[in-house]
């Protein structure tokens, strides 16, 4: 690979020394870029809708939060985050199985294709001791917003946040174990990485397949494990005897110990 391109190391941390995941941002990988960001709103939680048409032309990479209580939350299985799928042109709510009334539900959209395979070289796994500290670094804002703001959102790249380094996309079919059906992911990365993970079934209907939904696992035969160097998710039979059809896992830069 040829030596050149531009990187960035996090504030306090030398370039020419900082591994990889103490990087801002290098040109040999993709940051998770957002697409859209909002909040959707339903009256009735058991009725389906779109969320977002985004007409990206592929299935993104997405995130679901909920508020309940006043609590804001990560929406896992147990409030509905299952429920949320993805396809070329839409974000979709399903409708719950689980509760009735009003919900409000947050949602990231990022511009990260879910169903094309990528791997970024390893550079650097060795991290180095912060010990540069000043009033200084790379600032690059979103377009029409002032380099004087204090506002974290205005920028596209500061010094002072980090950003998601795309690691590896790998995207493929379930194989059936005798027992359960598996998809398995490996990477060469020396730490456990954050990941997530996506699967595509036929939905509560069961007649539409083009939809990648959030992948959690939970216990018994469906389930997620992150092992150093591998990742697995493990599922039986879906709603109605849908049988998982193939799936995602994106794994980041990003250590999931710090």
Not at 143 to 160: A, F, K, L, P, W
Request: charged share 15%; hydrophobic share 30%; proline share 5%.
């Amino acid at each position: 690979m040829a030596d050149y391109g531009l990187r960035a190391s996090q504030k306090g941390y030398d370039v020419q020394e900082a591994s990889d995941s103490q990087l801002l941002f290098s040109s040999s990988w993709p940051l998770l870029k957002i697409e859209q960001q909002g909040s959707f709103n339903t009256n009735d939680v058991t009725v389906a809708e779109t969320v977002y048409t985004h007409n990206l032309g592929y299935k993104p990479f997405f995130i679901i939060y909920e508020t309940t209580d006043g609590t804001s939350r990560y929406a896992t299985p147990l409030f509905d985050g299952t429920q949320f799928g993805v396809n070329t042109t839409e974000l979709k709510f399903f409708g719950s199985y689980f509760r009735t009334g009003a919900k409000t539900f947050y949602y990231y959209i990022f511009r990260l294709p879910l169903t094309t395979d990528y791997e970024a070289p390893i550079i650097n796994e060795t991290d180095t001791t912060r010990s540069l500290i000043d009033n200084y670094g790379l600032k690059v804002t979103k377009q029409g917003e002032d380099i004087s703001s204090t506002d974290m959102r205005d920028y596209v790249i500061h010094s002072s946040c980090r950003s998601p380094m795309v690691h590896k996309v790998d995207n493929g079919g379930f194989t059936f174990n005798g027992t359960d059906y598996v998809f398995s992911t490996t990477y060469s990365l020396s730490y456990l990485p954050w990941i997530r993970c996506f699967f595509n079934y036929a939905d509560t209907i069961g007649t539409d397949t083009t939809y990648l939904y959030p992948y959690f696992g939970g216990n018994g035969s469906t389930y997620l494990k992150s092992t150093p160097g591998s990742v697995e998710i493990h599922n039986a039979s879906g709603p109605f005897g849908a049988d998982p059809l193939n799936a995602t896992t994106v794994i980041f830069k990003d250590p999931f110990t710090i």
